[in-house]
């Protein structure tokens, strides 16, 4: 039994906190990314491709390399699409059957050329436009909520329900009927748009049901991630900050409140990094169903939601600046906490996977027969 | 440079080394299908839980399973084989454990067995003389000699070394006089570990010995402590001049610092799965009540129970990453304090949600007296008995205090893992 990452995990994990630590940053627009280093990060570490298959020019990496990727990527707020990119909208595109897909969509956010961005509902499944079947795909009429990296994306993926069945489907949001409109967000390190769809023509992928919402679950599941790699990132900051300041003759972290204040910080961090390696560790294996990872989400929002307050009171007034980095944090955290939905929502959520309207007491932390979250979910194996 | 392709988890890539794994090794899964099949065949047909059984047929059924473990080397596994346990590693034990929670029997059943089992037993493995060994194990193991443990005293809780209950050298042995509080079990103590000053030249934790008293001698009282769930569960002990014989201390003269601090560290690591378990039976409880009061659908109980079901997820994960790194024989740390402060948050939050469910049913109590105290109750458990969860949230607000209180949790966590500096002590 072994409860760690791999030698190449690790590998992944420092390379990737070296090359993101060397951005500017992170400052109001988070650690920015320009568009030469975007493609030389693909070019030479191949980054946007890890999550992607092989067969279909990626890295061919699985949960846990994404998942490590991602936390780095969260602890220097990195403004780039490699959350949005290649971890959801790649779930989502996995779960589809199409050629196009297959061949030209999948290879392209791979290799980092196209960014594909997602307009995923929230834990209570808000988000989802109405669409009409038509001779080519569909039509839809309706407007996304705000999506991260919108503004820069070349393909556009959205839930649609056609007769009471959930689909995925797609456009480009240079499309006839497609506006994009950048939206003023609380986290500029994570620029939003919307997307207003009149009448817009789209494209319907080949995907089941039951593959569509083990890829959503997937999409929090990293979310979750990146939520993660930030709060670690500030329960550092913290601690770093506890332990040089000096008042009263001593350094602050010497006195209990402070200390204690860093304590359940980095307790909240312990509780959504074991969660959260759990659940993603069982979406590889198949065995963790939607409750599960789920309850990953929680701890790892609640985390997020928790130590970005508490760091700001470890600091004290400095905490409080504009120029000073811990809002950044809490920026992220707000938003981050907004595209899930409420606490209570979530909490709700996870309420209904486990026990659902079945009075049947059943284990809620083992596995079950419950639906399975699969990483092959719409690849061969399921 | 970072390679591509690198990540491959095709059949012909690259061996990936130390990939994450959180499956048991085959033999520790056969293991636990022994013990299924142990539980299966021990225990009567349409068993439900010890929580099932009734009030009055549950003395006789502990009796007789303590038996039952105790012939086959179940109730300290951990022990070697000769001194009646099996030498189970880790995560057999984990296992072993978790399979008996989940079947609702004890694998403790006596309330003294996990002082004798898991504590003193170990220290004598560790640091007992032959002599000793022989003298204390296999009765320990029978339940003969039943242990509590002498630390607290009025003036030393969480600052242990403060004691001041004294030994002064006699023919025989020694001489003790002072008081101990606290003792868990110590009512039906027939025997002590105890840690007594017995150099008064030395100062705090230098200068203490770890010392075994027979309670049964004239200068040894136990006197039971009512707790506020009105239950005597544990005592104070008053030695006036107590004899204990010049073979009875344990890892040398003085040396009772380092010998205690062994023997906290003889833990947790096998049992985080175990409490996970329990935890998830108790969640489940927790529902059945809300069901029965028609309050499940109500959205702050889905949202709490919600909140709880993610709070055991956690716990299990880290009791799997406790449990795993134990196994690899690494060092646990701090991780055992973090383990304490989110077990004893849980049973808290979820003994308050409980509580809050039964609404004004706790002002028309009823039903059996509980089974635990200082854990859930037992799979099987009628939830509609108002008067065990009262018990089970009076008890709860205890774990924050003994066994290193959360505030010394959360100092150990700031210090030893966080690297923040010390208080300035006087």
Known sequence: MKFSLTEEQIALRDTARAVFGRLEGPGE????????????????????????????????????????????????????????????????????DDPIVREQWLPAVGDGSLVAVFAGPDVEGSGVLDATTTAGGARVSGSTGPVVHGATSGLLLLLVQIDGALKLAACAPADPGVDMKSTRTVDNSAPTAVFELRDAQVTILQANQSDLHRALAMTRLFAAAEQLGAAEAVVDMAVGYANDREQFGRQIGSFQAVKHRCADMRVAVERADAALMVAADGVRAGTADTGAVLMAVAACNAALRQVTRDNIQVHGAIGFTWEHTAHLYLRRALATAARLGSPESIDRAITEAVFGTDSSAIDPVEPSKRERVSADSGEAGR | MWPKG???????????????????????????????????????????????????????????????????????????????????????????????????????????????????????????????????????????????????????????????????????????????????????????????????????????????????????????????????????????????????????????????LTLLGFERGAGGMAAAARNSIELNRIVELSRKLGRFDEPAVQERVGRCLTAVYTQRAIALKVVAAAAAGESLGAMSSIVKLVASTYRQQATELAIDILGQQLNDLGGDNPIELLQPQPLGFDPLSTETWLSDFMNARAISIYGGSSEVQRNTIGEQMLGLPREPRR
């Open chain 1, 29 to 96: 627009n988070g650690s920015e990314v320009a568009a030469d280093q975007w493609a030389q990060i693909a070019h030479e570490m191949g980054f946007q491709g890890i999550g992607i298959p092989e067969e279909h020019g990626g890295g061919g990496g699985d949960v846990l390399d994404l998942v490590a990727l991602l936390r780095e990527t969260g602890r220097a707020l990195v403004n780039a699409p490699f959350l949005a990119s290649s971890a959801i909208a790649a779930s989502m595109l996995l779960a589809c």
């Open chain 2, 6 to 260: 690198k990540f491959s988890n095709s059949c012909d890539s690259i061996e990936r080394t130390g990939l994450m794994d959180l499956t048991y090794p085959h033999e520790v899964e056969s293991f636990r299908d022994e013990i299924c099949a142990f539980l299966q065949s021990s225990l009567p047909s349409g068993w439900a839980g010890l929580g099932a059984l009734a009030e009055v047929d549950r003395e006789q059924f502990l009796n007789q399973w303590r038996k039952n473990l105790v012939e086959h080397g179940l109730i300290a596994p951990h022990w070697p084989q000769q001194y009646g346990g099996r030498g189970l590693s880790v995560l057999e034990q984990s296992v072993l454990t978790e399979e008996f929670v989940k079947a609702g029997v004890p694998q403790q059943p006596h309330p003294n067995d996990g002082f004798g089992m898991n504590l003193l037993g170990p220290t004598l493995l560790h640091w007992g003389t032959d002599r000793q060994k022989e003298e204390f194990l296999a009765p320990t193991v029978r339940g003969d000699i039943r242990w509590a443990q002498g630390y607290s005293e009025p003036g030393a809780g969480s600052d242990l070394f403060a004691l001041s209950t004294k030994a002064v050298r006699t023919e025989q042995g020694w001489r003790v006089t002072g008081q101990k509080v606290w003792q868990t079990a110590g009512i039906t103590a027939n025997w002590l570990f105890a840690l007594v000053r017995t150099d008064p030249a030395q100062v705090r934790g230098k200068g203490i010995s770890l010392m075994l008293i027979p309670v049964d001698q004239p200068g040894v009282e136990i006197r039971g402590i009512r707790n506020m769930a009105g239950q005597v569960e544990f005592s104070e002990v008053f030695f006036d001049g107590a004899h204990v014989d010049h073979t009875h201390v344990v890892g040398g003269e003085n040396n009772g610092a380092k010998v205690a």
